[in-house]
């Protein structure tokens, strides 16, 4: 097990306490321990997902991508929808 070196504290509300704790107590592990996991899960999950952005981007590049003239085109259509999102508030 690694040695624990850093103690830090945070507020979390009512129904992830109850959680973490119901974790815990399944895993038969501290509450310490359920973040720990967590967090593993979730970094895991995120460089899974970073990952198979840059294969869907790498697959539409090597497809030809998107043509210039469009890619223009699309630019402008997406600086036509901000001004109109500033004006809306």
Excluded at 4 to 13: G, I, N, P, Q, V
Excluded at 37 to 65: N, P, W
């Amino acid at each position: 097990m690694a040695l624990m070196e850093h103690r830090t504290s945070f507020a979390l509300d009512e129904g992830t306490i109850r959680k973490m704790k119901r974790l815990a107590a399944r895993w038969r592990v501290s509450q310490a321990e359920v973040v720990r996991r967590a967090v593993e899960q979730a970094e895991a999950a995120d460089s899974e997902e970073s990952a198979a952005r840059m294969t869907r981007l790498r697959a539409y590049h090597e497809r030809g991508g998107l043509a210039a003239e469009n890619a223009d085109s699309y630019m402008e259509e997406v600086a036509e929808n901000r001004n109109e999102w500033g004006r809306s508030e």
